[in-house]
């Protein structure tokens, strides 16, 4: 066998082998909130059409770095239905060890974390779900929100199969 041949056939064993572990992914897309996430900017992500008879597993994903600065990310997730009903969430998640590093996966000083939103979740109105995601972290002891996030890169938001 070719060493090209024999390389082309690892590569493609690879990424067989990426997708395979992923076979619960329906939707996965992040967005940047370029270096630090404004408290009033909000991200907005259109679902695909979902099967009306499915259960789904949702996930709020952030990608952060060493810049944050607190253990615990709050945020206010809404699911905008198509007849414009709209269920309001405020979730809080840790997000470091109590040494200060940061949980989530990844090699490098940029951390993936992927956040329960909700479980066994049914989309059986015809037409366009939206999901939008802001923060609403607060220093301790004072009201108004923090203007600035920093150590956020990413958002993103995930649905699985529950089959």
């Known amino acids: 066998m070719s060493l090209r041949l024999r390389n082309s056939f690892i590569l493609l064993l690879v990424a067989v082998l990426l997708f395979s572990c992923d076979e619960k992914r329906v939707f996965d897309e992040y967005k940047s909130v370029g270096k630090e996430w404004h408290k009033d900017s ?8 979902l099967d009306a008879k499915k259960m789904y597993n949702l996930y709020v994903n952030v990608r952060d770095n060493d810049d944050y600065p607190f253990n615990n990310l709050f945020l ?7 007849n414009r009903q709209i269920k309001v969430d405020t979730l809080e998640y840790q997000m470091t060890n109590p040494d200060g590093t940061l949980l989530g996966e990844g090699f490098t000083d940029i951390k993936e974390n992927k956040l329960f939103y909700k479980d066994k979740q049914l989309f059986t109105q015809k037409g366009i779900y939206k999901i939008h995601i802001k923060h609403a972290v607060r220093q301790t002891g004072k009201i108004e929100g923090v203007p600035s996030l920093a150590g956020i890169s990413d958002v993103g938001f995930r649905i699985e199969s529950t089959e």
Request: hydrophobic residues 45%; negative net charge.
């Open 42 to 49: 909000v991200v907005t992500f259109e679902l695909p059409q």
């Open 76 to 82: 206010i997730v809404s699911l905008e239905h198509p």
